[in-house]
C-alpha cells in the first residue's frame, strides 16, 4: 500500500519542528563550550606548579592552593564513606526488602522533598548541630557530614531507579537455582545494575566538589594547611576552605579574579577526572 505524500502544511510543520530541535541542540552546545572556552581561557594561564603546591602567604608573598586543593579531597572522599553505604543499603532495603508501599512511597517522597531543599538551609542545619550541639566547630568532618545529609537523596533514588531495571527473570531465575536473598541481591542484581550506582556516585561528587554555601557556615573559611596526619583532635576540628570557597573568597571578597578563574579551571579539571574515573572503576565492576 503506497503512502500519500504529506501537505504543503504538514511539511512545512515537520520542517520547523526538526529546525528547533536543530537550534536548540547547537545553541546548547554553543553555550557549553563558550562557557568551558572561557573559564578556561582566563584561568589556564595563571596556573602554575607554585600556584599548585603551596599556600597563600602574605608574609612571603605568594598565593597558592594547596590546602584548598587537599580540603577538597578530603570532603569528597570522608563524604564518599558515610553515603555509599547508607544510600545504597537504604535503596536495597527500599527495592528489595520492604513490603509497606505506603511507607516507601512515603520514604521517596521525603528523599525528593529533601532534593529540591536549598543548600543554604542544610549548612544552617549543619552549623547548627554538627557544629554547635555536636561540638564539632567549624571544621571539615562536620562539612562532610552536612554534604551527607545534602547527596543522601540523589543516592538512593538514582540507586533505586537503577535497581528497578533488572528485569525480575534474573531475580527469579537465581532464586530457582537456589541462590538466597542476599546472595542474589550480591551476585546477579548489583553487578546488573552497577552502572545506574556509579552514576549516581558521580553526581553526587559533582554536587560535593561544587557545593560552597553548606560549607561556608560549617567547614570554616581558612587558607593554612591542616595537617591530616598529626592528632586524633586536629584531625578531627581541622578547618579549611575547599576549592569553591576559595573561589568565592578571591571573587567577591579579595576581587582577585585571575585567581579565581584559575581555581574555576581547576575545578572542572578535578570534576572531569573524577568523572571519569567513575566510569572506569563501573565498568570494571561490571565486568567482575
Partial sequence: MEM?????????YDRTLRFLLYF????????????IGYIFINGLPHISWEFLTSETSYIKDTIGILPNILNTVYIVVVTLIFILPLGVGAAIY?????RNRRLVGIIEFATETLTGIPSIIFGL???????????????LLA??????I??????????????????????????????GKWRMIRTVVLPSSVDGIVTGCIL????????S????????MGMALNDFFGSFDQFIHSSGASLTVALYVYAKERAEFDVAFAIAAILMLLTLVINLTAKLVGKKLKKK
Fill in 143 to 148: 562539612g562532610s557530614l552536612t554534604l551527607v
Fill in 204 to 211: 553526587s561528587v559533582g554536587r560535593i566538589v561544587g557545593e
Fill in 213 to 220: 554555601a553548606a560549607l561556608l557556615f560549617t567547614a570554616g
Fill in 24 to 35: 536548540c541542540a547547537i545553541l546548547t552546545c554553543a553555550l557549553l563550550v563558550f562557557v
Fill in 94 to 98: 527500599l527495592t528489595e526488602y520492604a
Fill in 4 to 12: 500519500k505524500p504529506l501537505s504543503g502544511k504538514r511539511k512545512a
Fill in 150 to 179: 545534602m547527596t543522601l537523596p540523589t543516592i538512593v533514588r538514582t540507586t533505586q531507579e537503577a535497581l528497578k531495571t533488572v528485569p525480575q527473570s534474573y531475580r527469579e531465575a537465581a532464586l530457582g537455582l537456589g541462590a
Fill in 125 to 139: 542545619v549543619g552549623m547548627l548541630f554538627f557544629c554547635q550541639f555536636m561540638g564539632l566547630k567549624a571544621s
